[in-house]
């Protein structure tokens, strides 16, 4: 199973995210979490600390890593085709809810014209991880597409959108959206999150409707999960609370609609 989860930035993503490769723990799969987002959170949310999470040096920004697989010994020249395999053995990081994490760093578009070798080594990484493994993968990602590629993007199962009832969140769903069709990914669908009443359930609902859009879920607010956030918890440990709750039942729609 491949999730990608995007959005605009503090709809909370990266919990939806978080709860997925969890949840898919939790049901016996190996899970790799990808930290995609020019803006990482992702390790703090799985049950790193803070000094852990800065110890994490991205992808993108090891330099001995990226020279080693693309370096061909010619100032201005270097390799495209390397494995990368390796890499997912070496520089993984073991979360304490056993979800496997790897941080990429900041991705240039695909339009951007960049052909720098740390955008190839990100790219055959993100390539090898969805298409050619056989874990349960889930991406955190940046609003919008493009980082990915058509090759990564075709591969991937699912797209979650995630939104709140904010109309800035919506169009940039929307948007999102348009550019998830583009790629190639077949089952896009918005998920409703910090949902406090109907009204906002409603307006959710209607903008869907309006765009021609799927609500797969709607994931509660819970007071419970700011909390935790606002001490520096990972809301993970509160299972009980009923946004976690909620995430759990949306892995199992996950499920169900893959096989």
Do not use: W
Request: proline share 3%.
């Amino acid at each position: 199973m491949k999730v990608a989860v995007s959005g605009k930035g503090g709809v909370g993503k990266t919990l939806v995210a978080a709860g997925l490769a969890y949840s898919f723990v939790s049901k016996g799969f190996k899970t790799i979490a990808i930290d995609a987002d020019p803006s990482p959170n992702l390790a703090l949310t799985l049950g790193l600390s803070a000094e852990e999470a800065r110890k994490i040096v991205p992808i993108s920004e090891n330099k001995q890593l990226v020279e080693s697989k693309t370096s061909t010994g010619y100032a201005g020249v270097f390799r495209l085709t390397f494995t990368v395999d390796d890499i997912v053995r070496e520089y993984s990081v073991k979360t304490p809810f056993g979800v496997n994490l790897i941080v990429m760093g900041t991705v240039r578009s695909v339009g951007s014209g960049c052909t720098c070798p740390a955008n190839a080594v990100i790219r055959s990484l993100l390539r090898h991880l969805v298409v050619e493994r056989d874990e349960a993968v889930v991406l955190d990602m940046e609003a919008g597409v493009e980082h990915m590629g058509r090759g990564t993007a075709q591969h991937v199962d699912v797209m979650l959108v995630v939104v709140n009832a904010n109309m800035k969140s919506l169009e940039t769903a929307k948007r999102i959206h348009e550019l998830g069709v583009q790629a190639g990914i077949r089952r896009i669908h918005l998920v409703g999150n910090k949902i406090e009443n109907e009204t906002q359930k409603e307006a959710v609902e209607n903008f869907a409707n309006k765009n021609s859009l799927e609500v797969l879920d709607f994931l509660p607010y819970d007071q419970k999960i700011v909390e935790a956030e606002m001490q520096g918890e990972t809301p993970l440990k509160y299972g009980d609370a009923e946004a976690m709750k909620a995430i759990e039942n949306l892995c199992e729609k996950l499920l169900q609609g893959n096989t």
